[in-house]
């Protein structure tokens, strides 16, 4: 028995030890999953950097590129980080991607986008917000341009970290135009560009909001709130994803294949249309199949729009991936032609490593830290369903045809967060309209609960003061830190 006893007494502290173990290895696990995100990303700049060694060989400059590449790398992860999730979030927030489909569609088609299609020319100083012969000397102007894209970089991450989505190009153009100001002056800076930038605030939400809840109207009003949803969805999905494809059609000949093939506005809309009446045709038979069966209620109509969510968050960041690259990449291939040749005001050619750095750093930064901003934009500003987020998606690309009619510089952020806006806010309305209608036919003891639900607003008021506030400061943010930082580089390097 003693021996009973003395074993058992054994097992029991082997078990307490195990189970320390054990709870250690949890803490530990706990404690180092914050931090496997940063460490990946350190290794990627760091392998950036060794990139640039490699290809850009033996120069005086050859310190300066390797420091700007690594830079380039940090800026990337950011914009997958922030930028991305604009076009994931709707289809995530609807319930028609996972996050990890949603992660792996927008891995391939924004890196696709970026080798296949990103612009291999930039205006040397972010489209032309400062003038280039402005800077004295080459020198100054590759401090300018680290400093642009350094404090650009940690804009975004700081935006990131606080769950604003924010442009990248207006954090670039900040950075460049603080720079800028810093070496050379306020007459330095290109102020008619600048103030269509500021109007661009505006005009990017306003139109895509404008423009999602318009095509939320339509689906309510012939599809929804009609006696026989799924008659109605027969004849009017087929419509809508007709527009849809000649909308992105048109949006991808003028915006995304500019390294293939020059096209013009009407150009770009001529082949939207046939390529929206090729759709329209097609699918025809494919809804009037998929809606054989289906019940006559709302829940039913999600199916019909789940596809053609999927297909436009793939589009979109395939045309995000072919623009937004050069925002990582642009400063930084013009730092590798200043060095290389000494000129720093013609414009720039983006070598083929440059352009891979930018593209694997905004997949690794959607891999790695993307979710939290594709909850925010997804669900958490507003409730989301495929009908809902198609008018997202649908509005990003009609916004960007019409602004480019229009001669405006727009952001894609603002255009994506602005269809967000759009719908919930329409949503509000609606649900306000139909409620005094209501408030007509029903007994006077349904009253209250009536009015109770108009209270409940359906946009959440702390996430659009947050985000408005962000976007309205990220030019200037960024340029003050951008200034902040020249001045640093230039006593270190002086």
Request: hydrophobic share 60%; net charge positive; with cysteine.
């Amino acid at each position: 028995m003693p021996n009973n006893d003395l074993e058992t007494r054994h097992l029991e502290t082997l078990d307490r030890d195990l189970g320390r173990l054990s709870n250690l290895e949890r803490a530990t696990a706990y404690v180092a999953r914050p931090l496997v995100g940063p460490g990946i990303s350190l290794v990627f700049v760091v392998l950036a950097s060794l990139l640039a060694m490699v290809f850009f060989g033996e120069s005086t400059n050859t310190f300066v590129v390797i420091i700007a590449a690594g830079f380039g790398a940090y800026m990337a992860l950011n914009i997958g980080a922030n930028d991305v999730a604009n076009n994931m979030g709707p289809a995530v927030g609807a319930n028609a991607l996972s996050m990890g489909g949603a992660i792996a569609i927008a891995v391939v088609f924004e890196s696709a986008g970026a080798l296949l299609a990103g612009g291999d020319v930039v205006s040397t100083i972010a489209k032309g917000i400062i003038a280039p012969e402005s800077m004295q000397t080459a020198s100054v102007f590759i401090w300018a341009m680290l400093a642009a894209l350094l404090s650009a970089a940690l804009w975004v991450n700081l935006a990131t970290w606080i769950g604003a989505p924010v442009s990248t190009t207006h954090s670039v153009v900040g950075g460049v135009m603080g720079a800028g100001i810093a070496a050379a002056g306020f007459a330095a800076v290109n102020w008619a560009t600048m103030g269509k930038i500021a109007a661009s605030w505006v005009i990017s939400p306003v139109l895509g909001g404008a423009i999602a809840a318009g095509f939320l109207f339509l689906i309510k009003e012939r599809i929804i709130y009609q006696d026989d949803k799924i008659a109605a969805a027969r004849k009017w999905v087929p419509i809508l994803v007709g527009i849809m494809g000649g909308a992105f059609a048109a949006y991808l000949a003028l915006k995304g294949l500019k390294k293939v093939i020059k096209i013009d506005l009407l150009t770009a809309l001529m082949i939207g249309a046939a390529v929206g009446a090729l759709v329209w045709a097609i699918m025809i038979p494919v809804i009037r199949r998929q809606s054989v069966g289906l019940e006559n209620r709302n829940k039913s109509l999600k199916v019909l729009f789940g596809i053609p969510l999927v297909v436009s968050a793939a589009l979109l960041s395939f045309a995000h991936g072919a623009n937004d690259v050069a925002n990582a990449v642009g400063p930084l291939a013009a730092i590798v032609q200043a060095s290389q040749s000494g000129d720093f005001t013609a414009a720039v050619s983006i070598p083929l490593w440059v352009m891979v750095i930018g593209a694997l750093g905004i997949s690794f930064g959607l891999f790695l830290f993307g979710p939290k901003l594709i909850r925010m934009v997804g669900s958490q500003i507003t409730k989301l369903n495929p009908m809902r987020a198609y008018c997202v998606a649908l509005s990003a690309a009609i916004t960007v045809i019409v602004a480019s009619w229009l001669g405006l510089p727009v952001s894609s952020t603002h255009i994506a967060v602005g269809g967000v806006f759009g719908v919930g806010f329409f949503r509000e309305w609606d649900a306000e309209r139909r409620m005094k209608k209501a408030r007509i036919a029903v007994p006077a003891a349904d009253v209250q609960p009536l009015e109770e639900r108009r209270r409940r607003k359906l946009v959440r008021r702390s996430h659009f003061l947050t985000i408005i506030a962000a976007w309205v400061i990220t030019v200037p943010a960024a340029a003050i830190l951008s200034a902040l930082i020249f001045f640093v580089i230039s006593l270190i390097a002086g």
